[in-house]
């Protein structure tokens, strides 16, 4: 027995549809899954309120980093390696924004690191912040890999030689 056309793409179109939710099932469970990142104390909340940010390393001594107090009362937190080349960027407190001083990238801290201006193809790296009861602060986790590393915090410290958690 023969398929016609119409019962063919309706077979093609129903095993899209079954993959497509197969891999939305796959990446809820990924996003679902604890981060590998270390969780680690960059300061306290009145520490932020004091100076208006936080320099601190992150997942590992050889990643710099900032956490910032936003005008809006907000607490952010990004990676300083630029998403173009690697350049650390340098943060501009008047002006909410991280600029890099090598190929003059701009990115803005008050809406999730989005490149104002190019050439960096895409945000820095959000490091998500977390406070506790007693007002310490944590760095928790990364939006996505830092520029010319391996995504992984095991790959980093193999290659970095942190394999201590520093």
Do not use: W
Request: glycine share 10%; aromatic share 6%.
């Amino acid at each position: 027995m023969s398929m016609t056309r119409r019962a063919s793409l309706a077979t093609i179109a129903t095993a899209i549809a079954g993959g497509l939710a197969a891999d939305a099932f796959s990446f809820a469970g990924a996003d679902a899954a604890p981060s590998t990142e270390p969780r680690q104390k960059i300061g306290t909340l009145e520490e932020i309120r004091a100076k208006g940010e936080i320099a601190f390393a992150y997942p590992d001594a050889n990643s710099p980093a900032r956490a910032m107090l936003l005008t809006n009362g907000d607490v952010v937190a990004y990676s300083l390696i630029c998403t173009h080349m690697g350049c650390e960027v340098a943060y501009a407190q008047e002006t909410e924004t991280l600029t890099c001083p090598c190929h003059g990238s701009v990115f803005d801290a008050a809406r999730s690191g989005k490149v104002e201006r190019g050439p960096a193809p895409r945000p820095l790296p959000e490091i998500a912040i977390q406070s506790s009861q007693d007002g310490d602060l944590y760095a928790v986790g990364l939006s996505a890999p830092i520029f010319g590393r391996p995504e992984s915090i095991e790959e980093n410290q193999a290659l970095y030689g942190t394999g201590d958690g520093r």
